[in-house]
């Protein structure tokens, strides 16, 4: 298995590589997402890297029409809003990320508990591309 | 958790805030200079300000909204405070509930008699998308923001989970912000010095006197439906959901039971204090709830001895419509799910049985975010003294309860005052 320290910038690493890679504690067997290298449930250091099967469902969402920089620069603005949304994964463990899928325009249409898949974003930042955890509407 | 109580007992002797608002040309400390002496005149018998000890600041973020960090040593001094000990304390939105529950155990612990709680915040001098981003900070940068959330885009999320659960819609929201910008216009020191219903009419004023189409709505609820008069920020929360960008400083003067009433003939004594801390909130197992606040409350009942229905008036964080709603629930005033249909119903009005942020709120009075929890005492100060004006709440007011909350309820801060 995987050596990669459980920090950001291995999950980001993962990401590049379009895996969504958790740790899952190896003395109680919890399950983190995003990884850490303490699990805060037993308080043991040792982790294991598991991929995520990328199937959850939505917990709860939003239509954001002022978004932050790093939404306006990606092309997003009261014209164009998006959904973020916290996703509860099949695994257990829920995360942030932006939903691609809902309706936008009449977002009181989307269902809370719809199916969802991760995908990844390659997002414009200026000069640089970063990669995004996103899931959309199965 | 066992019933832990304070080494001694503390009491707020005096209380007073700037006006909050968007003030161009005054700087934070300015702002905090009002306050000091806003609260040096609610001192009934007299402050000597030379027999402050030590100095607890509640401030956000100067740092990102005004370019200035270590502000606690500062404002000390243009308070007249220095030498002694200035300490800043950042919790976010509870950063100054934080600082007075610090400023509490330093006079419990015996090591002083007197010290100064304080909030600050100058956020009106960014432009709105860098407010935007230093708000966002206080979320999860690493794992939230990359997301897209916002915080008005949290507390969204979390009405979508709500509504979802119990029903409620989001004209349930609305009737938050209509019945605080009720109670805000009754505030001279509310940012929105206004109630809905004055703010249409203003604006059909201004389109008649201009010549443009003149607006049709028939009431404050179709006004908050109107898209243009009350844009969508990130549904369901539309602006009048949203407490404003706001400037403002509060003061608060704690002194130990033995000396409190050499300062003032009615002290306000601090029989409830409790904290607590969350992971972020995608991190929850509930999205409808803040357990912080719960933790929190509970902490609180439990070393005052009393129960929820025992409060008389209550300053709850309305940063968002929705968080109001939730608050009322996680501190005990209704059940779960039954807080909107308490907010739909005016219960949690000025006339209702439980009233709800007589103030105006953060969402009318203004959320300068470090100030927010000291102005909410400044509030329960005025209550339970009789000195809250038009909006002075009727009966004998014993008992008050202030929770401020931080990001998303990653902190929250619970506090209960005794007027005996």
């Known amino acids: 298995m995987s050596d990669r320290a459980f920090t950001h910038d291995s999950f980001q690493h993962y990401l590049e590589e379009h895996q969504l890679m958790g740790a899952r504690c190896q003395n109680c067997a919890t399950l983190y997402l995003p990884p850490r290298p303490l699990c805060p449930n037993c308080y043991n250091e040792q982790l294991a890297w598991e991929a995520l099967s990328g199937q959850g469902v939505l917990a709860a969402f939003t239509a954001i029409h002022i978004g932050p920089r790093s939404m306006i620069t990606a092309g997003y603005d009261r014209k164009n809003p998006y959904c973020s949304g916290i996703v509860r994964l099949a695994e257990g463990p829920s995360i942030s990320a932006q939903i691609l899928g809902l309706d936008v325009v009449t977002p009181e249409k989307n269902q809370i508990g719809s199916p969802l898949r991760v995908i990844y974003l390659e997002r414009d930042q200026g000069e640089e591309k970063q990669t995004i955890l996103a899931f959309e509407v199965q | ?420």
């Open chain 2, 1 to 420: 958790m066992a019933n832990k109580r304070l080494g001694r007992g503390v009491a707020v002797v005096g209380a007073g805030m700037s006006n909050f608002g968007g003030f161009p040309g005054k700087s934070g400390r300015d702002l905090f200079v009002e306050a000091f002496i806003a609260m040096r005149g609610s001192v009934n018998k007299g402050l000597d300000p030379t027999d402050i000890e030590a100095f607890y600041l509640g401030n956000y973020s100067s740092d990102l909204f005004e370019g200035q960090g270590h502000n606690a040593p500062l404002l000390a001094d243009w308070v007249g405070l220095t030498p002694r000990p200035a300490v800043r304390i950042e919790d976010a939105c509870a950063s100054s509930g934080v600082a007075l529950r610090q400023g509490i155990m330093a006079v419990a612990s015996g090591l002083y008699d007197i010290v100064l709680v304080g909030g600050v915040e100058k956020m009106s001098d960014l432009p709105i998308e860098d407010v935007t981003d230093a708000l966002a900070t206080a979320g999860d940068v690493l794992y939230e923001i990359p997301a897209g959330f916002t915080f008005p885009g949290f507390y969204a999320a979390m009405a979508t989970a709500y509504m979802d659960r119990y029903g409620a819609t989001p004209d349930s929201f609305m009737s938050v912000g209509i019945k605080n910008h009720d109670n805000g216009a009754l505030n001279p020191q509310a940012q929105f010095g206004s109630r809905i219903a004055d703010i249409m009419t203003a604006k059909i004023k201004k389109a008649e006197s201009k010549g443009y189409p003149v607006p049709t709505w028939d009431s404050e609820m179709a006004f908050l439906h109107d898209d243009r008069a009350n844009p969508m920020i990130a549904w369901p929360m539309r602006l009048f959901d949203c407490s404003p960008v706001s400037d403002g400083a509060a003061a608060i003067l704690l002194a130990s039971e033995e000396v409190a009433h050499s300062l003032t003939d009615a002290p306000l004594h601090i029989i409830g204090s409790g904290q607590a801390s969350d992971a972020a909130l995608h991190a929850r197992p509930e999205l409808t709830t803040i357990g912080a606040a719960r933790w929190a409350g509970r902490q609180a009942y439990a070393m005052a001895g009393i129960n929820p229905a025992d409060v008389k008036v209550a300053e709850v964080h309305d940063c968002f419509t929705l968080a109001e709603i939730i608050a009322t629930e996680d501190l005990g005033f209704f059940a779960p799910g039954e807080g909107y249909i308490a907010a739909e119903e005016g219960l949690t009005s000025l006339f209702g049985p439980r009233p709800i942020n007589s103030s105006g709120g953060l969402k009318s009075k203004g959320h300068p975010v470090g100030a927010s929890g000291a102005g909410q005492v400044v509030e329960i100060w005025k209550q339970l003294h009789g000195a809250a004006g038009e909006r002075q709440l009727p009966g004998q007011l014993d008992l008050g309860l202030t929770h401020n909350v931080g990001g998303t309820g990653q902190t929250c801060v619970v506090h209960i005052f005794e007027r005996r």
